[in-house]
Structure formats: C-alpha cells, structure tokens
C-alpha cells in the first residue's frame, strides 16, 4: 500500500545524501572557496599625452623612417671560389659572418647588406662584402632573389656597387649631405644580416646618435698590407686607404657590413662598416663611411668601373698642440705636411715640407684624415685651393690634382672549376656501416650529406648533415657519382627536386635552386 509520507521521507533523505556528496566533490574540486574578485586593470596614462609628447614624436618619426628605408635594404649573400685563410683576430673589425674554416678547401659562402640606390637596380655595399665573389645573391623583402653584377668594387675606401636586373621600378633611397652630420645628432642604423635558415635576422633596426666624426681605425690600411704589402711592386699601396669614419653607437652586429646609416629624414648619410670589439660582436663602437665620399667612389665605379682617385702628393699627420704652437696655429687642427712627392701636385704649386694645411676650398680641414676625404671626393685634374700656414701666416697655393697610379690590382683567379654539388653547398659520401652506426642509420646503403656550407643554396633551404639523399629529380641515387651526374645535368637557375631520409626513417622533399656558375 502506498505510503505518501514515507515516501517523503525517502526523498528528502536521499536529497539530504546527494547534497553531502555534492558537497564533498565540490570541496575537493575547491568550488567552495571563496572566490576572488578580478582585479580591475587600470588602462589610463599615468602622464598627460603632452607631457610624453617629445617621446612620442621621436618614437614615431623612428617608425616611419623604418617604414621608409626597409623596403630598399637587401641581404647580399656572396660566393667566393676557395676559402681564403683564416684572418688574425682584431678588436677593429668588418662586419659579416664568418664562414666555416674546418676541412680542406672549398668555396666560401658569407654575406652582409646592401641598400637600392635607384628604381633600375643599383645597391650600394662594402668591398669586403662582394670582394673576390664568383657569384653575389641578392634578397629583397618580398623574398624575391637575383643574381648580381659586381659594376666596381674599391678597396681602398671599402665601397662597392653591385646590380640587378629586374622589371618594374624599386624602392630605393636618397643621400643625405654626410658634411652636416653632426655630433650628437639621432641616426638609424638598418642592416638586412639573415643568414641560413637558423639565423633569420631580417631587417633589424637600431638608433643612437653620432658620437663622433674622422675616425681614422687604420683597418683598412692593414687589410690592404695583408693583400699587397709583401709584394715590392704593390707595398705602397697600402697608404692610398681613405679612413674617416663616422662613429655611432647605434647598435650594430655581424652582417649589416653595407647596410644603411639613415638621419630623421630617412636620408643615407653612411654605410655601416666596421666594428670596434674584442668579441666580434657589438660593444658600444660602430662606424660608417661617410655618404659624400661613397656617392664619389660610386660615381667613378658605375663610369669607368674602377675609381680615378685624384693625387695631392704629400705626406702628412695630423696636428698636435706642440706642433700648433711651434707653428704660431689659431687652433690645434689641420694637416702638417711632413714629405713631398717629387714633382707631385702639391710641390708643383709651392707646397713645402712644415706647411700646415687647415682648409680645402674654404672647408675647414680638421685632421689628416679628413684632408684624404676633401681630396677624394674630387677627380684628377679638378683645381682645388689650399690654405695654408707658414712662419704663422695663412696663404692660399692652387693646386691641379693629378691621377694616382693605384688602378692596376692584383685580380683574383678560380683554382679549380667548382663542382655542382658544391655549388648548392652540400659535400656527400657514401654511406658505409661507421657513418650509419655513427648517424644512426639502421643499416648502410646509399649517400648521405656530410657538410653543408653555410650560406649555401642548400643551407637556405633547410638542408642539413645526415640526411640521406634518396632521389633527385625522381632519380634513385645510390652512390656520390649519381649525385654529381644528376646536378651535372641542372642548369643554373633550375630548380632540383630532393627527397631526402633522416636517420628515424622520416622522408622529406625539398627543392633547391641551382645556382649561377
């Protein structure tokens, strides 16, 4: 018989259990804390727009030169035919990655930036960048990459200029006046260093200030000797190296060699060059070529090829406060002329040993340095006017420049023709049972990849050591010969078909473009 009440009563007990047991979760699970109240985030300036309004003007016009100058910034990657030795470590250095220098000879693979300088293809670079390259690759931003023609690379003031060939206009950017840079003054220093595929470093942007002009390192002068100064015919050489640089502590590491100095207008006023370190990365000092005399050098290499440099014909050192005061000087500055080229330019017009030289055409010369730039950035045969002092007097001699004999160079040549496998930078051997053991391959078999060059066609694409190489081009391979048949066969430009097997069996395909010889 149905009992209404005791029905009731087995409800609300089994409710009362069901409550417990709720309860004992929801204890465990911490629902039955007490809850916190979400903090309320204040979004609301501390500072008056106004009061940051210096800031954040700078901060934006910094945005927009970026914007600006970027798109014209390129990553040169260059191809030398033999790896040259090793240099002596040097707390003044270029900029630029170091390449591999274990195992025995083989093409060397390093790069740095560069800038467009007008919409049908010219890039301005350093020399070291491109010097001595059988091939120069040029990336722009859009990821499109052409060869280069070197147009003229010179040495003596690190400057070269390169080309591409390609359809349409490109960005490119305009020259400041490097002359009205100033001491103190804000500049942007833009590099494009990505390099392989491990170091994707794309377009980094730093700002500092010019913290000082006329920097005279003598880095060129000994990278000249290393090359020219053993040899009796060439051992002069050296002393034509034109060193005045601009000093900045904008931030600047390994492969921006090239790359833009930029002032608040988005002006190129430099070409980062060189570092001052004992790490070989950045420590406070950058230094860059100054714009007037790179435009001057870039003028010279895209009309003749190579640069006329003019020639004062003297011999001088900077002044110092004992040689101004024996010399009755205004001010401790100028150029002392301590030797004369016999029947050179500056003794023609009556320029003589113990003349101090303070002015070019009116512009101040500070120091020896900066009389080679005021001179460089004329041509053979321009007529320029020194001031000079003597027995404490200023007088003005007219001197006609001359041409230095400084053209004919030593030129590099390949070895040995390059193969194609280094080519696109890999080396390969056979796959016997120490390497599989070593790898660890299962079983032995086949080619694998041995070294891949840094910097090279294959090392841009993701290649690695100790892939096996399974086809090419849907070609089994079985020994190093079917590796060299097969890119034999490729034309530059064309690109190879790889399928490649890493040790736990994983297959992949990568396609790699066939360099330019």
């Known amino acids: 018989m149905y009992d209404p009440l005791r029905s009731k009563s087995k409800v609300a007990l089994y409710g009362g259990v069901t409550f417990i047991l709720g309860l004992g979760i929801a204890s465990g699970l911490g629902w039955t804390r007490t809850s916190l109240a979400m903090p309320m985030i204040d979004q609301e300036s501390p500072l008056s727009a106004q009061a940051v309004k210096p800031a954040a003007d700078l901060s934006e016009a910094f945005v927009n030169i970026a914007d600006v100058v970027t798109p014209a910034v390129v990553r040169i ?19 630029g990655p170091e390449s591999r220098r274990d195992g025995p000879p083989r093409p060397d693979f390093s790069g740095g930036s560069g800038f467009i300088i007008s919409a049908d293809g010219y890039i301005l670079t350093n020399d070291h960048v491109v010097s001595g390259a059988d091939q120069v690759t040029v990336y722009l931003r859009d990821r499109r990459y052409f060869e280069a023609r070197i147009i003229g690379s010179d040495p003596f003031t690190d400057v070269a200029v390169i080309k591409i060939d390609i359809q349409g206009e490109l960005p490119h950017l305009s020259f400041g006046d490097s002359e009205d840079v100033r001491v103190g003054q804000w500049v942007m220093a ?32 000994r990278e000249l000797f290393q090359q020219y100064g053993n040899d009796p015919a060439t051992q002069d050489l050296p002393g034509y190296a034109i060193e005045d640089f601009i000093q900045t502590d904008a931030v600047i590491n390994p492969g921006n060699s090239g790359g833009p100095m930029v002032n608040l207008f988005g002006q190129v006023v430099g070409i980062n060059s060189a570092i001052a370190t004992n790490t070989g990365y950045y420590q406070g000092y950058g230094f860059a070529i100054p714009i007037n005399l790179a435009r001057r050098v ?28 024996y010399y009755g000087l205004p001010s401790v500055s100028g150029a002392l002329v301590q030797r004369l080229t016999p029947k050179g330019p500056a003794e023609a017009a009556g320029v003589r040993a113990g003349d101090v030289i303070t002015a070019v055409d009116g512009e101040p010369v500070g120091y020896s340095n900066q009389l080679q730039q005021r001179i460089a950035e004329r041509r053979p045969g321009d007529r320029v006017t020194l001031t000079v002092y003597r027995d404490g007097k200023a007088l003005e001699l007219v001197v006609r420049l001359a041409e230095a004999p400084i053209n004919r160079l030593v030129s590099r040549t390949t070895e040995r023709p390059q193969l194609a496998d280094e080519r696109i930078g890999i080396r390969v051997e056979e796959l016997d049972v120490n390497s599989a053991r070593t790898i660890g391959f299962s079983e032995a078999g086949g080619v694998v990849i041995t070294d891949v060059q840094r910097g090279s066609a294959a090392d841009q694409r993701g290649i690695v050591p100790g892939l096996r190489v399974v086809q090419i081009n849907g070609v089994d391979v079985s020994d190093p010969e079917d590796v060299r048949k097969s890119l034999d066969a490729v034309r530059a430009g064309q690109v190879i078909g790889f399928v490649l097997e890493a040790p736990q069996g994983q297959r992949r395909i990568v396609n790699v473009r066939m360099p330019a010889n």
Do not use: H, W
């Open 77 to 95: 990657q260059s191809r030398r035919p033999a790896r040259e030795a090793a240099r002596a470590e040097n707390p003044l250095r270029f900029f």
């Open 298 to 325: 870039m003028e010279d290499l895209v009309e003749y090829g190579q640069v006329k440099r003019p020639l004062i014909g003297v011999e001088m050192q900077t002044v110092v406060p004992e040689d101004a005061e």
């Open 190 to 221: 833009i590099g494009n260093p990505g390099f392989g595929t491990g170091n994707r470093l794309d377009y980094t942007v730093t700002a500092g200030i010019v913290s000082a002009r006329g920097r005279g390192l003598n880095i060129l002068q």
